[in-house]
T-cell receptor, first 111, second 119 residues
């Protein structure tokens, strides 16, 4: 059964304190690993798609990496405006084109 | 043009009432998805359309849930005889601009969601 697990559930960082969020996945034939950011009361906002192990993508203070079993979202020198829930999702080759989401990591960056 | 829009943004229903939730996808997007997001959880897949065809409805939790997209653009998710466990945020997402091959443009763009509260 396709499964996506994120850790930690919640993370509090001081401004400037770098860290990483983890996404472990068990998916039949990965057809994309997605990272989204979700602010309270809003829909998920697309950040990255990774397709193959070893791939990395960067955007401002965020860098996403992918291995055969997990993905990491690295946050370098975070700012308070990076506070949000970060969702990881996988798309498999079986079934429909839908995404399997993890439960998210709620990040709080303290000034 | 604009992103995915959903209406209403908030809906309060009494148990047993029928509700209809609307999604306007990004213009030209072929694929449309509905997800249900419970408090503190990630979105869970409900159903998927390609143009007007509903290709997968395996995530619909019961036969009280019905979705349609008759002209291949706007979609409506209808919930009949609402129950308290239906309370959640219902998200719509669209992807795959016309002319793109499947697999070449996989990012799903989400609307703001409709928060449904069933009393």
């Amino acid at each position: 059964e396709d499964q996506v697990t994120q850790s930690p559930e919640a993370l509090r960082l001081q401004e400037g304190e770098s860290s990483s969020l983890n996404c472990s996945y068990t998916v039949s034939g990965l057809r994309g690993l997605f990272w989204y950011r979700q602010d309270p009361g809003k829909g998920p906002e697309f950040l990255f798609t990774l397709y193959s192990a070893g791939e990395e993508k960067e955007k401002e203070r965020l860098k996403a990496t992918l291995t055969k079993k997990e993905s990491f979202l690295h946050i370098t020198a975070p700012k308070p405006e990076d506070s949000a829930t970060y969702l990881c999702a996988a798309r498999s080759q079986t079934g429909a084109n839908n995404l399997f989401f993890g439960t998210g990591t709620r990040l709080t960056v303290i000034p | 043009g604009a992103g995915v829009s959903q209406s209403p943004r908030y809906k309060v229903a009494k148990r047993g009432q029928d509700v209809a939730l609307r999604c306007d996808p990004i213009s030209g997007h072929v694929s449309l998805f509905w997800y249900q997001q419970a408090l503190g959880q990630g979105p869970e897949f409900l159903t998927y359309f390609q143009n007007e065809a509903q290709l997968d409805k395996s995530g619909l939790p019961s036969d009280r849930f019905f979705a349609e997209r008759p002209e291949g653009s706007v979609s409506t998710l209808k919930i009949q005889r609402t129950q308290q466990e239906d309370s959640a945020v219902y998200l719509c997402a669209s992807t795959l601009p016309r002319g793109k091959r499947e697999g070449s443009y996989n990012e799903q763009f989400f609307g703001p969601g409709t928060r449904l509260t069933v009393l």
